[in-house]
């Protein structure tokens, strides 16, 4: 039996869907709270606990999810009684080993670039994946296994992977790293540990100042890169671009997604396949075939009123989530809806999140939730952002909000968080019904 210590997580409740898909016996715990990420473990079957030491058994297989404290009760009792206790990421890097094994690291983009690589390699080959947006898949017979690899705590140097992806360098987590080179240090370090090859994406002057002594390549759109990109044409339904490799004419690919951050993780994709020897018709079918993940740019509507919900939570992807919307309905008015995760990150790029918040033609700021774990030395709240941005009103998930929020239709509402800021524009869309 398998028991997860806070199964919701996203990570977590797809290892768990994975496990009792090879017919393993699996439970979790976790706070009562509904998670979007828990569907998918209850319709698997999963019983889902509340938090007790009563649920560790002796004879459990016990793993652990990365934000819990060591003093949390259940982990007092696994540690005390089961033989086999593991951290998540230490579970996975073990986990791996029997496959040929994709991992996808870097600040932005891996969620999506993990699920554009899964997709296309499941066209051609048995393909198991785990992804950042709770999706979790195992295969009869899987070949590869593909891993979204996060930096924080320095977790992704448990895995060894065959080949690995990395997407770019900005300097993030800063309740953990000291500064910029110490970010960079954790992802040298990770790079260099990769078994056949990583490719890294050139245009990044972070990624470019690595040193890495591993087997390597670099794609991007300079000149200067293994694979690069030309001819790109992006219009508001998606873009096509021909590859070169080495700088001969690789094959001309299309992409039905919208935003150069896109091409760039298509890029990533597209090297990681050339290294491993995969046809040019195989993952040209393979990408234009994608549409995106969960919570990654997803699109609803209502009347004339449209709800964009994307995991943005750092400025840059702030800024490249609202400049794929503008070019995607240029004649519409863009509203931010924005829910902080963490307060450090909030307080030191507080200039980036305004800079890139402003891009909007309207700003709407959710407070934290209030569970968001306060770092020390960080006591602050929502009014540290909106009393620096004027034109910005705070809205919460109430009628009074919703009301504020529908005076600015029609037009795009972007909510954009970790957290569960898809609440407050289900919150608007519902009392657009009623209006």
Not at 163 to 183: G, Q
Not at 310 to 322: G, S
């Amino acid at each position: 039996m398998y028991h997860f210590i806070g199964i919701k997580g996203s990570g977590m409740s797809a290892l768990a869907c994975i496990l009792k898909s090879m017919g393993n016996d699996v439970q979790g715990s976790d706070i009562e709270k509904f998670v979007f990420t828990e569907q998918a473990v209850r319709d698997a079957g999963i019983p889902i606990l509340p938090f007790s030491k009563d649920n560790i058994k002796k004879d459990m297989i016990v793993i652990v999810g990365n934000h819990f404290p060591s003093t949390h009760e259940e982990i007092v009792e696994a540690r005390k009684i089961c033989d086999k206790v593991y951290l998540y990421h230490e579970f996975l890097g073990e986990f791996m080993e029997k496959y040929t094994s994709f991992s996808v690291c870097g600040t932005h983009g891996k969620t999506t670039t993990t699920g554009m690589l899964s997709h296309t390699l499941e066209k051609i080959m048995p393909t198991a994946y785990l992804i950042g947006d709770s999706t979790g898949r195992m295969v009869e017979n899987a070949e590869n296994f593909v891993l979204e690899s996060c930096e924080y705590k320095r977790h992704f140097m448990a895995y060894h992977p065959d080949y690995a992806i990395l997407t770019n360098i900005d300097l993030d987590h800063v309740d953990y790293y000291k500064d910029l080179e110490d970010y960079k240090s954790a992802f040298e370090a990770f790079a260099n540990q990769v078994k056949k090859c990583i490719v890294m994406f050139g245009d990044d002057e972070n990624v470019r100042s690595l040193n890495v002594t591993v087997n390597h390549i670099y794609y991007g759109l300079n000149d200067n890169n293994d694979i690069q990109a030309r001819n790109i044409i992006e219009t508001g339904t998606g873009m096509k671009f021909d590859v070169y490799y080495n700088n001969d004419f690789f094959g001309e690919f299309e992409l039905n997604l919208i935003g150069h951050h896109l091409l760039w993780d298509a890029l990533g994709v597209i090297a990681v396949c050339i290294v491993k020897g995969i046809s040019y018709e195989e993952i040209r079918d393979g990408l234009v075939s994608f549409k995106g993940t969960k919570r990654r740019f997803e699109v609803s509507t209502l009347g004339e009123n449209i709800f964009v919900d994307d995991y943005a939570h750092h400025p840059t992807a702030i800024r490249v989530t609202l400049e794929a919307a503008r070019l995607r309905w240029p004649d519409k008015k863009i509203v931010a809806v924005y829910k902080p995760d963490r307060y450090s990150r909030l307080v030191i790029l507080i200039e980036d999140f305004i800079e890139a918040l402003n891009l909007a033609d309207e700003v709407c700021l959710v407070p934290f939730n209030e569970n968001t774990l306060k770092e020390e030395g960080y006591d602050i709240d929502i009014h540290y952002i909106a009393d620096r941005m004027p034109n910005s009103i705070i809205v919460r998930e109430d009628e009074e909000s919703a009301k504020k929020m529908l005076e600015f239709a029609p037009a795009v509402y972007i909510g954009m968080s970790t957290k569960d800021v898809y609440k407050v524009l289900e919150n608007v869309k519902k009392y657009q019904k009623i209006m």
